[in-house]
């Protein structure tokens, strides 16, 4: 039976990044007067000074992490939590510190809370040059750790919630180990976030000593309370990966991004940047198996849209573009999978 999602083969032509500089130009002042109008706007309608503090306060902080982190926008960042509690010695310890260096010889830096426990294992890991420390001010537990303090890639935060925005948007992968309240915070957020298309797909690790389990017992509940009770679906699973296995850890993101590259929405149409074309019959094979994903429409390979002009970068990457139904990511992470998996044409 046919395929009631066609596949259509990509464009011969690759195009050439447009000059932009004046278009990015209007939109920086464009949105800049934006939040100059917003501050206006919180004076004439005389909030409080309470209210102007944080959000004078967030502001300041989201500039500063701005800066600190724009020279590295062009490297892959990979986000970890876990317990500040645990000490040197601690096999998960030995574990966060092994993943963190094997992670950043693979070319990946590390973004930690930059505290104590695992945070300083992940950062003795990595190399203070590879890593990243967003820091927040505490009573207890979390003055920086010494291998990132005084270094400029370290960032205090005030407020949790400007600190959490970096940890996602700055991340190309999130790795947590066992931890307290903190990493489960951050863990369930994650989730949320991909399970409704709120952040852009990225792999999530759980990671634990080998034959530990502390995720094992994690992932039971997940599927004995949530999944049985219909709180989830099935295809939620995918989001993320448990295992004991640095090696697999580090496998499962490098080869992420082995043919997918990135992804976004342009106007109604997702797009993913490839790092090579699919073959006609790659193509063929993902428009029918994710057929219940992609609605009013084709699979289609194509070149770079004119609304990315500003991504220069990336500009010349083929292109997969579809009509997303914008409900079942853990089935768009199937597929990015998938596409991995497909052989060179």
């Not at 830096?109 to 930059?114: E, K, L, Q």
């Not at 920086?144 to 991340?171: C, Q, S, T, W």
């Not at 193509?283 to 992609?294: G, H, M, S, V, W």
Request: aromatic letters at 10%; glycine letters at 6%; one cysteine or more.
């Amino acid at each position: 039976m046919a395929s009631k999602t066609p596949a259509r083969p990509i464009a011969t032509t690759s195009p050439s990044p447009p000059d932009n500089a004046e278009r990015s130009r209007a939109q920086q002042t464009r949105y800049v007067d934006e939040i100059t109008a917003t501050a206006q706007q919180l004076l004439a309608e005389d909030a409080s000074v309470g209210d102007l503090k944080i959000a004078a306060g967030a502001l300041r902080e989201i500039a500063h992490a701005f800066k600190v982190f724009a020279p590295y926008r062009q490297v892959r960042k990979v986000s970890t939590f876990g317990s500040a509690r645990t000490q040197p010695g601690d096999p998960v310890f030995v574990l966060a510190e092994s993943f963190a260096r094997a992670i950043a010889d693979a070319g990946y830096m590390v973004i930690t809370g930059a505290g104590p426990g695992i945070m300083e294992a992940c950062q003795r890991g990595a190399g203070r040059d590879r890593s990243f420390g967003i820091n927040i001010q505490l009573p207890f537990e979390q003055s920086a750790n010494e291998v990132i303090l005084g270094d400029p890639k370290l960032m205090v935060f005030r407020y949790f919630f400007a600190r959490k925005l970096f940890f996602l948007k700055e991340a190309d992968a999130v790795v947590l180990f066992p931890g307290g309240f903190g990493t489960h915070d951050e863990g369930f957020e994650t989730l949320t976030l991909l399970q409704t298309g709120k952040t852009r797909p990225v792999p999530l690790l759980l990671l634990d000593r080998r034959g530990g389990t502390y995720w094992k017992t994690w992932q039971r509940y997940v599927e004995d309370h949530l999944l049985r009770r219909g709180m989830i679906s099935s295809e939620d699973l995918a989001l993320y990966k448990v295992t004991d296995n640095v090696e697999t850890a580090v496998a499962e993101i490098t080869t992420y991004y082995s043919v997918y590259h990135s992804s976004r929405f342009v106007h109604d149409r997702f797009v993913m940047r490839l790092t090579r074309p699919l073959s006609d019959t790659a193509l063929q094979d993902l428009a029918r198996e994710f057929r219940d994903i992609i609605k009013d429409g084709v699979l289609e390979q194509r070149t770079a849209f004119s609304a990315e002009r500003a991504e220069t970068e990336i500009y010349h990457l083929p292109r997969l573009v579809f009509h997303f139904d914008r409900i079942h990511y853990g089935r768009l992470r199937m597929m990015i999978d998938r596409i991995n998996q497909t052989p060179e044409p």
